[in-house]
């Protein structure tokens, strides 16, 4: 007995008037194309898969070359008067006038503001008459001292005439009586030479109401006006601030600790405003203080610069950058400071035209030890070198470098000639 599904398609066959056989062949030979081709594609898909990728490495180079160097040194800081002055009163009262105003030019003795001298001329009033009365006592000790000189030549002339006539005790009397006059004469002068110390001092108080400049400039600030109480009793208040001479300033920058020991006196520098950028203005160094300031951790020193401004155009109090030169390198053999931090990649195990089958690019060898083809080793000793480009090659050379400006670096000796071409970087290459 035949199996149901073959005598359903047979039956099927039969109907639609299809030979049975040949339709099982048909399907016999689609099965045999089917894994022919995916035979034949398989060892396409398995090397594109698997095939390595075309990869290589540019050199980006630049040459040596000879040149000028200048090292500064970066620092920022702010504008100041060579002479600040600051104006202020020794005493107490109210402010009657003010004389200057700001940017006021003034003169030594010009006066400035006055304060109201109605009690320091009474003062002044008190101690004359003080003085006047002190003199007065000094003619009455004066007289004393007379009289008390007349009585006891008196008494000496009596007793030289008779001895009886006169008694000692009454001489002695007279001689005292003398020396105590002396005392109040002497107690009178000294009283007349205080009252006119008090009397000075008075009148210096008096002159003190009127404020002048000490010195030629010009006025910066004003912190008073008329009407205003003056209180001088611990502390002189501070009433104008004056520039002695503002075509001559100061500029005063923060050095870095890392820096400070190439800033010496003496040295140029420039520096820009933010007021006029496109301007630069020069300076040179007249002090480097050993007094240091900490803020946030970093460690700076004041460093003062001579800047000259006819014109005006500075101003106290504006922030400068300054461009310190501490270095100049003339006609130097220079290289860029990639060129030493360069360091050569590792090389690719296998070249780019290398041949592999398929057996290999399914069981791959063991990965080769990188090499560096066409590098010289250095000594250990060798502290800096670069790497010199030579017919597709690189090739170690040592030297010795001098100042650098964080760009160039001078080389002050070693194996390199003008024009070698020096790596700096590499690039990736792919396809």
Same mark, same amino acid.
């Given at each position: ?18 030979d049975?056989?040949?339709? &099982?062949?048909r399907?016999?030979r689609?099965w045999?194309?089917?894994?022919a081709?995916?035979?034949? @594609? ?14 290589? +490495? ?20 702010? +504008? ?9 009163s ?19 003795g $010009? ?6 001298? @109605? ?9 004359r ?19 008390a ?6 008494? &000496? ?9 006169? *008694?000692?005790l ?10 105590r ?11 007349v ?19 002048? *400049? ?14 205003q ?11 104008? @601030? ?10 005063? /920058? ?9 800033? $010496? ?10 007021a006029?950028p ?10 480097? &203080? ?16 001579? /800047? ?75 502290a &800096? ?12 050379v040592?030297?010795? @470098?001098?100042?650098?400006?964080g ?25």
């Amino acid at each position: 007995m035949k199996p149901p599904h073959e005598t359903d398609s047979r039956d099927i066959a039969a109907t639609l008037g299809i030979d049975a056989g040949a339709a &099982r062949h048909r399907r016999r030979r689609l099965w045999i194309v089917a894994a022919a081709a995916a035979l034949l @594609t398989l060892p396409a898909g398995l090397w594109v898969f698997l095939r390595p990728t075309a990869e290589g +490495l540019r050199y980006v180079t630049q040459e040596v070359r000879r040149g000028d160097l200048t090292i500064t040194v970066t620092a920022t800081g702010s +504008l100041a008067p060579t002479n600040e002055v600051e104006v202020g009163s020794e005493l107490s009262g109210i402010v009657k006038t003010v004389e200057v105003d700001f940017n006021d030019r003034v003169r030594v003795g $010009q006066p400035l503001a006055n304060l109201d001298p @109605t009690k320091f001329q009474a003062e002044v009033l008190r101690s004359r008459a003080a003085l006047e009365s002190a003199q007065a006592m000094v003619l009455e000790a004066q007289a004393t001292v007379r009289e008390a000189d007349l009585n006891l030549e008196r008494l &000496r002339r009596l007793s030289a005439l008779n001895a009886r006539a006169v *008694s000692p005790l009454d001489v002695d009397a007279a001689e005292a009586s003398l020396a105590r006059a002396r005392a109040g004469e002497a107690s009178a002068r000294a009283q007349v030479a205080e009252a006119r110390a008090t009397l000075k001092v008075d009148e210096t108080n008096l002159t003190k109401t009127v404020i002048v *400049s000490p010195v030629e400039g010009l006025v910066l600030t004003r912190s008073v006006d008329p009407g205003q109480t003056v209180a001088a009793s611990l502390q002189a208040p501070v009433l104008f @601030t004056l520039a002695e001479d503002l075509t001559q300033m100061e500029l005063q /920058v923060d050095v870095d600790e890392a820096d400070v020991g190439r800033v $010496q006196e003496g040295q140029s520098a420039t520096f820009t405003v933010d007021a006029y950028p496109e301007r630069e203005f020069a300076a040179q160094i007249t002090q480097v &203080r050993y007094g240091s300031a900490t803020t946030e951790g970093v460690v700076t020193y004041k460093t003062i610069l001579k /800047v000259d401004n006819p014109d005006l155009v500075l101003r106290p109090g504006m922030t400068a950058t300054a461009e310190i030169t501490v270095d100049r390198v003339a006609d130097g053999l220079l290289v860029p400071n990639a060129a030493l931090r360069f360091s050569p990649p590792q090389a690719t195990p296998t070249a780019s035209g290398e041949r592999h089958g398929l057996v290999s690019l399914l069981l791959p060898r063991p990965p080769r030890r990188p090499k560096r083809a066409g590098v010289e080793t250095l000594p250990k000793s060798q502290a &800096r070198q670069v790497w010199v480009l030579q017919g597709g090659e690189l090739r170690a050379v040592a030297v010795v @470098t001098g100042a650098t400006d964080g760009a160039l670096t001078v080389i002050t000796s070693g194996d390199l000639a003008l024009g070698a071409v020096l790596v700096v970087d590499t690039v990736d290459v792919k396809p």
